[in-house]
């Protein structure tokens, strides 16, 4: 354990990020040279990446005796960590689809933030030891990630609804039907709101938020938009392009929602620090 540990302890978000950008870089190849051992560059660089991300989260967590998303980095660190997994079980599910230049974008941009936190002071952490705060916080981002996706697939099935349309767009982007995108959305959808409120009434449970905090009134703009979509969308005659973009707002929302500590400088920020030191 303590030679794993300390192998895993010289992992840095460098690491793991440059193997999802390689990887990155193979897909947007694949449209100019679509040939098969770039697809396994592709894959291999993301596994690679993968692995190190974990070993990344395993240290963390192994060294603060809890499931390491405490803080807003964390929680950074763990959504891409999720959203990179989501990759690779699409690409190894179906090889044609076109799905790195959707989902890696978003990992590489949370791996991003993260980094760009810790250059700038990390985040104290908050209660994440007990059973209901570590709920608190894994339906919250979780539901975060289901929500991703289903932005993902809304902006999906407008691509393939152009391609449909128009012929020549995006031609060599491969997507699933308009109907197998439509039934990923509404799954999507519908597993994200219970997860955010269950999160949201811990939250508030929990920690006794305050409805001046730009952070929370911003979780809960959102989660009234994902409850209005969730609503619309059990009518079966709504569907198509207009859910793909009332979907993409609610999305955005939940992110900026899911970003508020370093957008907004909210009370989280300022919570005294516990001496962990970053890794």
């Not at 570590?134 to 339906?139: D, E, F, I, K, N």
């Not at 009234?224 to 059990?234: Q, S």
């Amino acid at each position: 354990h303590k030679s794993a540990m300390d192998f895993a302890s010289r992992i840095s978000i460098l690491c793991f990020g440059a193997s999802y950008a390689i990887s990155m870089g193979a897909e947007l190849l694949r449209f100019l040279w679509p040939h098969r051992w770039v697809r396994w560059i592709a894959t291999s660089a993301a596994l690679a990446g993968l692995f190190a991300h974990s070993l990344f989260l395993l240290h963390r967590g192994w060294i603060a005796q809890r499931i390491p998303i405490a803080n807003q980095f964390e929680s950074l660190i763990f959504v891409s960590w999720l959203m990179a997994m989501v990759y690779l079980y699409l690409i190894i599910r179906d090889r044609r689809l076109s799905a790195g230049i959707f989902v890696l974008p978003v990992t590489l941009s949370l791996v991003g933030m993260a980094a760009f936190i810790t250059q700038n002071g990390d985040i104290a952490d908050e209660d994440g030891t007990s059973v209901l705060s570590a709920t608190h916080g894994l339906t919250l981002l979780v539901g975060t990630v289901v929500m991703v996706i289903a932005t993902v697939v809304a902006i999906m099935y407008l691509i393939k609804l152009r391609q449909l349309r128009l012929g020549t767009v995006f031609s060599r982007v491969r997507l699933p039907a308009l109907e197998r995108l439509d039934r990923m959305n509404l799954a999507a959808v519908y597993l994200a709101w219970p997860l955010l409120t269950i999160g949201l009434g811990l939250g508030f449970m929990l920690r006794h938020l305050r409805v001046d905090d730009p952070k929370v009134i911003t979780t809960l703009v959102a989660w009234l938009i994902l409850t209005g979509l969730a609503h619309y969308r059990y009518q079966p005659e709504h569907r198509g392009q207009r859910v793909a973009i009332l979907t993409i707002i609610a999305g955005i929302a939940v992110l900026v929602s899911f970003l508020g500590d370093p957008i907004f400088g909210t009370a989280h920020l300022q919570s005294p620090p516990t001496g962990e030191g970053r890794s």
